[in-house]
């Protein structure tokens, strides 16, 4: 069971608040392979009760250094300055190896903590420029949802810490849980972040789309060769215009798709049956076992193996 922690400081917002408070503090173990969901407390300066929170236990900074990870809401001033006691907590529990995530303009918390110093990051697009000018280290990427880092994540603003945090949760318990809550919650269970990443199912179009037919269409074909062109024969749609639509709808042209719905159907069969690497990779539509290992751990990180190690639902 993943211990995680949800700093709070003395100028967070709410939005992002409810999204940590949602995703983390709700506890939906029946939607984890191991049947086990977060440790989670909220951390205060005096470890007294948030009025945001509650119910939710609390504690004081000082038990970040005892977290898997910690994550950091936004801040509705960028310009203060953090607590320092907040500051060395940070420090303290990414050194003693906690994953720290920061939600939307809590990536200037962690620049302040020196936690983000030659690495990428993002933030709200609005404030992407003063992070870059008031912490010349950091590479900011105001082109991103988000950028995982490793051991350090940053979102950009608002809806975007949604995909951070349905992200963690992909990295932490699998495909499974994240798809899960984004159908709970009505949302798409995957947008890209703009780097290599955990992939679970990817956005569907908004309702009402003339495109549903077809991607249904084709997710039902995925163990079969499948070319643009079949997909815009479907749709009664040029190769161009299908290519536009589903740039627009989608964030995605038609072979990165596919491509993306292949891996996502590799990890369901990983995940949830006992089937041989070799008909996982038929199954999806990757051909061979070396194809699907190739392409698995380009889109996911790890090899088919060890995902399903990770992941499968006994």
Not at 134 to 157: I, K, M, N, Q
Not at 233 to 245: D, N
Not at 258 to 273: F, G, I, P
Not at 304 to 309: E, Q, T
Request: aromatic residues 6%; charged residues 25%.
């Amino acid at each position: 069971m993943p211990r995680l922690a949800l700093a709070m400081h003395d100028t967070a917002m709410l939005y992002e608040t409810a999204i940590a408070a949602e995703i983390f503090g709700v506890d939906r173990a029946e939607l984890s392979p191991g049947g086990t969901w977060y440790d989670f407390v909220v951390c205060t300066p005096d470890g007294g009760p948030h009025p945001w929170l509650p119910g939710a236990r609390t504690a004081p900074y000082a038990e970040l250094s005892r977290v898997d990870r910690v994550v950091v809401t936004s801040t509705d001033d960028p310009d203060a300055e953090p607590d320092p006691l907040l500051l060395d907590a940070l420090r303290t529990a990414h050194r003693g190896g906690a994953t720290i995530a920061a939600l939307c303009t809590g990536a200037f918390v962690l620049a302040a903590a020196g936690l983000l110093d030659g690495r990428a990051a993002a933030t709200h697009w609005m404030h992407a420029d003063d992070l870059a000018r008031r912490y010349p280290e950091v590479r900011v990427r105001a082109d991103v949802l988000y950028v995982d880092d490793g051991d350090v994540l940053t979102s950009a603003g608002k809806t975007a810490a949604l995909d951070l945090a349905l992200h963690l949760v992909r990295r932490d318990l699998g495909a499974t849980a994240a798809n899960g809550i984004a159908r709970r919650l009505v949302v798409p269970s995957h947008r890209g972040g703009g780097q290599a990443q955990f992939v679970a199912t990817p956005d569907d179009p908004r309702t009402g789309s003339g495109l549903a037919p077809t991607l249904e269409w084709a997710r039902a074909r995925l163990d079969r060769p499948l070319t643009v062109r079949d997909l815009a024969a479907h749709a009664g749609l040029s190769t161009r215009q299908l290519a536009r639509r589903m740039q627009a709808e989608l964030g995605s042209g038609p072979l990165e798709w596919l491509h993306r719905q292949r891996v996502a159907r590799a990890q369901e069969l990983l995940e949830r049956t006992d089937a041989s690497i070799e008909r996982v990779a038929a199954s999806s539509g990757l051909g061979t076992a070396a194809t699907l290992r190739r392409h698995f751990h380009r889109s996911v990180g790890v090899a088919p193996a060890a995902y399903r190690a990770a992941f499968h639902v006994r």
